[in-house]
């Protein structure tokens, strides 16, 4: 017979192994969940910006490597100049700039100003300043910054180059964006497509094909 004590040892220690195991089968499910949306590499989306601000290997890449030249997308409402300033953005983020073009398309229309969700969302990319002041006060802007073109471009990129590398999805990646994690991950367990990172990613190639890449 165990004594008091020794009871409550083996308890704790079925307790804590009932855990783990309620984790591990957690973790499986939700892999498997994620699975099953397909998954769509980040990087066939973000090379070209992920290649120019890796550093070559030799110095005959020196020579070879090419300085990278902006084209603005001509059916962009931005000016060349806004533009440019995005696509520098999108390079030090390495973040695909159609991307972040066709974003801004969806959301807003390209509109800087634009105010949505009662109030809750600001931007070109309409951001959530409640759900992302950390962010906001860490590269050093106030929530009334998201009205402007690049700040608000600077904590985009910086929460989708966090969502990408997270997921490695981007489908996934644009449907955390707009619902979180969570609800993202009930939309793959309930099998549903989203429309929204759809057309995000369709607008993408269009630019990208228009604009000869």
């Known amino acids: 017979m165990l004594n008091p004590r020794q009871r ?23 892999n498997k969940a994620y699975q099953k949306a397909k998954p769509e590499p980040v990087q066939a989306y973000t090379i070209r910006y992920i290649q120019e601000t890796t550093p070559p290997t030799s110095a005959k ?11 603005p997308i001509k ?19 390495s973040y695909g700039f159609e991307l972040t073009v066709a974003q801004a ?13 009662g109030g809750q969302a600001y931007g070109a990319w309409q951001i959530h300043p409640a759900v992302w002041q950390e962010v906001i006060h ?3 802007y106030i929530e009334s910054d ?10 985009y990129t910086h929460i989708m180059q966090a969502h990408a590398k997270k997921w490695d999805n981007l489908d996934f990646a644009l ?13 793959v367990d309930r099998g549903e497509t989203s429309e929204y990172a759809s057309k995000i990613i369709k607008l993408a190639k269009k ?3 228009r604009r000869n890449f």
């Open 138 to 140: 860490k590269l050093g």
């Open 146 to 155: 998201m009205l402007r073109l690049k700040p608000a471009c600077e904590v």
């Open 175 to 187: 449907r955390a964006w707009r619902w979180g994690g969570g609800e993202a991950l009930e939309m």
């Open 61 to 71: 890449a020196v020579k070879k490597k090419k300085k990278p030249v902006f084209k």
């Open 75 to 93: 059916s962009c409402r931005w000016t060349r100049k806004q533009q440019k300033a995005i696509w520098r953005i999108c390079r030090r983020e």
């Open 207 to 209: 630019y990208e094909r």
């Open 105 to 117: 398309k969806l959301e807003s229309t390209w509109r800087t100003k634009a105010v949505g969700d």
């Open 8 to 30: 409550f040892v083996a308890w704790l220690i079925i307790l804590l192994a009932v855990i783990a195991l309620a984790y591990l089968h957690t973790e499986y499910e939700t």
